[in-house]
């Protein structure tokens, strides 16, 4: 992908990331990256922190959280969870974790979270009746083992929120934010560009201003922050 970016901006990109989630977070603090991809929540908290500005969004996309229980639960409704122990991939997982713990709350239903590192783990946990609940997203649900999978059903999904936010720091030139943008969104227009987009099982990249990302602001702020890393 960025091989077609250089070629259709004359700019030249290098790929970073980092070893961890908290790494990334500090380094998107200290606005280390000219351009990042972040989760909803990262961007609205990095984006008052480090001035990074959302440039373009995943086409035809909304994230939702989920929360799975094992088939012959006795679990009909988030309040049969009350006062439990619930998995979630990681704290700043944004529809696993967040969008799901915010769920509890928004019902004030008191659980305690418990981080096991990935989606994978918690659909695992919940299936061996490590844990009777547990986060997640439709994908990795549908992307887990049938023997996993077969054991567990949905019990909730949450609402639908605005996708991660490709993002420029304040210190790149509009013209250049420009161009990166122009190239990112006419990529599904030629045939190697939606070879590249279906690589990332992207369907297409729009247009995207700050103002897209109020549903997340509107979660809350403060409850996010207790909820995730940063």
């Given at each position: 992908?960025?091989?077609?970016?250089?070629?259709?901006?004359?700019?030249?990109?290098?790929?970073?990331?980092?070893?961890?989630?908290?790494?990334?977070?500090q380094r998107l603090g200290r606005g280390e990256y000219d351009f990042a991809y972040m989760n909803p929540y990262h961007y609205v908290v990095f984006?008052?922190?480090?001035?990074?500005?959302?440039?373009?969004?995943?086409?035809?996309?909304?994230?939702?959280?989920?929360?799975?229980?094992?088939?012959?639960?006795?679990?009909?409704?988030?309040?049969?969870?009350?006062?439990?122990?619930?998995?979630?991939?990681?704290?700043?997982?944004?529809?696993?974790?967040?969008?799901?713990?915010?769920?509890?709350?928004?019902?004030?239903?008191?659980?305690?979270?418990?981080?096991?590192?990935?989606?994978?783990?918690?659909?695992?946990?919940?299936?061996?009746?490590?844990?009777?609940?547990?986060?997640?997203?439709?994908?990795?649900?549908?992307?887990?083992?049938?023997?996993?999978?077969?054991?567990?059903?949905?019990?909730?999904?949450?609402?639908?929120?605005?996708?991660?936010?490709?993002?420029?720091?304040?210190?790149?030139?509009?013209?250049?934010?420009?161009?990166?943008?122009?190239?990112?969104?006419?990529?599904?227009?030629?045939?190697?560009?939606?070879?590249?987009?279906?690589?990332?099982?992207?369907?297409?990249?729009?247009?995207?201003?700050?103002?897209?990302?109020?549903?997340?602001?509107?979660?809350?702020?403060?409850?996010?922050?207790?909820?995730?890393?940063?």
């Amino acid at each position: 992908m960025l091989a077609e970016l250089s070629l259709h901006t004359g700019l030249s990109f290098r790929f970073a990331t980092a070893p961890s989630i908290p790494v990334f977070e500090q380094r998107l603090g200290r606005g280390e990256y000219d351009f990042a991809y972040m989760n909803p929540y990262h961007y609205v908290v990095f984006h008052r922190v480090s001035g990074y500005r959302a440039l373009a969004k995943e086409q035809a996309k909304m994230l939702k959280g989920i929360i799975v229980v094992r088939k012959d639960a006795n679990v009909r409704a988030l309040p049969d969870l009350a006062g439990q122990e619930v998995a979630f991939p990681a704290p700043a997982a944004f529809a696993a974790s967040i969008l799901t713990q915010a769920e509890f709350e928004r019902q004030r239903v008191k659980i305690t979270p418990r981080y096991v590192s990935s989606h994978e783990s918690v659909y695992r946990a919940v299936a061996a009746g490590l844990y009777p609940a547990g986060g997640g997203i439709p994908r990795t649900l549908e992307a887990a083992p049938d023997a996993v999978r077969g054991q567990l059903r949905v019990l909730v999904q949450t609402a639908q929120y605005t996708p991660h936010a490709i993002a420029s720091a304040p210190r790149v030139s509009p013209e250049i934010v420009e161009r990166v943008q122009q190239a990112l969104v006419s990529m599904s227009s030629t045939e190697r560009g939606r070879q590249i987009l279906r690589g990332l099982t992207f369907s297409g990249i729009m247009r995207a201003e700050d103002e897209a990302w109020n549903d997340i602001r509107a979660l809350d702020l403060k409850m996010l922050e207790r909820l995730g890393t940063p």
